[in-house]
Nanobody, 121 residues
């Protein structure tokens, strides 16, 4: 059983930056971040494959505010968030799969406990 441990959430002001980390207890091919805002469904944010290939949510494409990366030697994935907005407020979840998967939460086998990100205006 693979465990995912997230860290790095917190309370920030609009325009600030924050970096989330997720350490996995084993090697996984696809690692991703999802988020769930107040009263909203969980949504895909970004994913990264073992090769380094990335995928971002359509809503974030072109903005350049979020960057996903990973350190395979540490089995850790990161989400660098900049120019944060109040609408980014959510619980951010790390997810992973041993297979090539994409944006659907149902495709991921392993989940972290979530870390709260709150952006004040």
């Amino acid at each position: 059983q693979v465990m995912l441990i997230e860290s790095g959430g917190g309370l920030v002001q609009a325009g600030d930056s924050l970096r989330l980390s997720c350490a996995a207890s084993g090697s996984l091919f696809t690692m991703a971040w999802f988020r769930q805002g107040p009263g909203k469904e969980r949504e895909f944010v970004a994913s990264i494959y073992e090769s380094g290939g990335t995928r971002y949510a359509d809503s974030l494409q072109g903005q350049g505010r979020f960057t996903i990366s990973r350190d395979n030697a540490k089995n850790t994935v990161y989400l660098q968030m900049s120019n944060l907005k109040p609408e980014d407020t959510a619980v951010y979840y790390c997810a992973a799969s041993s297979m090539v998967v994409h944006t659907s939460s149902g495709q991921y086998d392993y989940w972290g406990q979530g870390t709260q990100v709150t952006v004040s205006s």
